[in-house]
């Protein structure tokens, strides 16, 4: 996929997204992953932007590699950045905060199916962070692309409740 054609589909997909929160006006503590260019990820710093522009607290993970866990940081406006060696950006001066207080957490992913069912880069990261919040915490991933009909999965896998794509919102029932 070449640049302009990401970052076209990135801005729907951020539309897609507050278009959502629009509709679902108590949602003030968002999680959202910052994207990894080298692995053409959809562009969350547009979305980013207007949600701080928005007032909203919106906060990112610092990646423990050794550990396999995320920790929760809260981001600000022109807050620098360095990058870590898998080339996943990290906030400076990051310092965990309460993850209790998240209301949504969109996520990266490489596929999923139908029934919300998602393939990441599978380290499980995601799945030990998510299974740690409250049950009720939203789980949104963002896609390029539409959903296959059936991907593998195991027990300790976290579906998503929708997911978000050009085309627009699909909700998974299960």
Not at 35 to 64: A, F, G, H
Request: aromatic letters at 10%; one cysteine or more.
């Amino acid at each position: 996929m070449d640049a302009a054609s990401r970052e076209a589909m990135s801005a729907k997909i951020k539309l897609h997204f507050l278009e959502y929160l629009a509709t679902h006006r108590g949602i003030e503590h968002i999680h959202i992953f910052l994207p990894i260019n080298r692995l053409n990820e959809i562009n969350t710093w547009p979305l980013i932007e207007t949600l701080l522009q928005q007032n909203k607290s919106v906060y990112t993970s610092v990646s423990d590699l050794k550990n396999r866990d995320m920790m929760t940081v809260q981001l600000g406006v022109d807050q620098g950045l360095s990058f870590d060696s898998y080339g996943i950006p990290v906030p400076a001066a990051a310092h965990a905060t309460d993850e209790s207080l998240i209301q949504v957490v969109v996520i990266p992913l490489l596929a999923y199916d139908l029934k919300g069912q998602r393939l990441g880069y599978g380290m499980g990261f995601y799945d030990k962070f998510l299974s740690r919040l409250p049950k009720e915490v939203v789980k949104a991933g963002i896609s390029f692309f539409p959903p296959e009909e059936k991907i593998p999965s195991e027990p300790h896998d976290v579906p998503l409740d929708f997911c978000i794509h050009p085309q627009g919102i699909l909700v998974f029932n299960y």
